[in-house]
């Protein structure tokens, strides 16, 4: 069996853009959920009607201003089907941000959150940020996942919620800027931490220090 990694990025004059820093973000749920379709709404503006299931793993870019901060987004679009899932886990190392999604429309891809979130427990990092995302909030009238279920679930596991529509391009930008400013929230506390170790290692060294001083000014006295 043969597994194709598509890789598509947006037009070199986005690209020739600076940018702060890279987010390493994957799109994962159940198949047929609209992972792809979240993707191509959000990095080019086009909504798709039609299903092409993903083989393997799909990757798009995207800079974004965030607050004022140009962002390289790179977003891992993962495949849903089980034969593929072997080979999905492997791109969870590295990744910033996961966005979990779910249809509203489908009580089986709610339920089956569970082992999304056991998979990311397993292979992710844990300070990975999740945003869960219900698509196809505008199918009303088929609706079999209430708001309320997806709040729920999403607060037991600290994660941000939206309920998106990829067709009616509802709430897709605001996951996604979401996402990027829990991302940066993340790793600027783990660079303070960071900093703040570093601070009281050189006070630790500093101090031993002196002390060798100390004691060998008063060897010397003593002699």
Known sequence: MFIYIYIYIIGPSKMALDFAATYKVLVLGDSNVGKTCIVHRYCDERYYDTYISTIGIDFKQKIINLDGTPIKLQIWDTAGQERFRTLTTAYYRGAMGILLMYDVTSLESFNHLSYWLRNIQENASPDVVKVLAGNKCDATT?????????????????????????????????????????????????????????????????????????????WRCAC
């Open 142 to 218: 088929q609706r079999a996942v209430y708001k309320e279920r997806g709040e729920k679930l999403a607060d037991n596991f600290d994660m941000a919620f939206f309920e998106v529509s990829c067709k009616e391009n509802i709430n897709i930008e605001e996951a996604f800027l979401t996402l990027a400013r829990k991302i940066r929230e993340q790793r600027n506390r783990r660079a303070s931490l960071f900093d703040s170790s570093q601070k009281r290692e050189g006070s630790e060294v500093d101090l031993s220090k002196s002390k060798l001083q100390e004691t060998g000014e008063a």
